[in-house]
């Protein structure tokens, strides 16, 4: 895959340049080193979603060399609802756009296919498991997506990323950013035990179990 040089400087600047900065002193984000994940030929990210910032947060946390190559998967009827909005949020978030709602004629399978033809093409990928964002300091129960993909690619990694603070700092609905001690924990690059999807869903949740314990944070309750 060729590295596009004008796409991935504009990142590099936007990001790692004018971003990072001012979540980091403005908004009060802390970094962890994410240097481990240049070593990494690919990899799925995968985190909790409470907040518009955790996509810009990920994205700032990440070496600015790989930038170019990691693709956030967002929903095409909000990111990309006009073609405008596609063409912007293409160049300026390198989006992977999905069809959450696809007609039925696409097929179910339309958003995974999506997603491992963009693995196949070498990109790696930001996915948000519960769909869409929750409530501040919560973890909703995580839809099957990520474990459909890794089994269709099982020798791609996947790295746990656990946010805290974000929703605080914007959560669901709120317009103004407020200054808060956000953090992002990152897990190691791990690869499916399995490429039975179920185990690889039984999997992930437990890791993601693990980081609710250790980090605090509570584990939404299912209404049943």
């Not at 912007?88 to 696409?106: A, V």
């Not at 995974?112 to 070498?122: H, L, N, P």
């Not at 498991?129 to 993909?149: D, N, T, V, W, Y």
Request: proline share 6%; net charge neutral.
């Amino acid at each position: 895959m060729e590295k596009p040089f004008l796409k991935s400087r504009c990142l590099k600047v936007i990001y790692k340049g004018i971003c990072r900065p001012i979540l980091k002193y403005f908004v009060g984000v802390q970094y962890p080193d994410c240097s481990f994940l240049k070593e990494e030929k690919q990899f799925v990210i995968i985190a909790n979603h409470n907040s518009h910032l955790d996509t810009l947060s990920l994205l700032t946390s990440l070496p600015g060399d790989i930038l170019w190559k990691v693709r956030p998967v967002a929903a095409q009827d909000y990111f990309g609802n006009t073609k405008l909005k596609a063409k912007l949020s293409n160049f300026f978030i390198n989006t992977l756009l999905i069809n959450r709602r696809p007609k039925k004629e696409d097929g179910k399978s339309n958003a995974i296919e999506k997603m491992v033809e963009a693995i196949d093409e070498g990109y790696s990928l930001i996915l948000f498991p519960e769909g869409s964002r929750g409530e501040p300091e919560q973890l909703s129960k995580m839809k099957s997506g990520i474990a459909r993909l890794l089994s269709q690619r099982p020798n791609l990694k996947y790295v746990p990323v656990f946010m805290t603070g974000m929703g605080t700092s914007l959560p669901k609905g709120g317009v103004v950013v407020l200054p808060y001690n956000a953090t992002l924990h990152f897990g190691r690059p791990t690869l499916p035990e399995s490429d039975d999807s179920y185990a690889i869903m039984d999997q992930i949740e437990k890791t993601f179990a693990d980081m609710v314990e250790k980090y605090g944070v509570k584990e939404e309750e299912d209404d049943d």
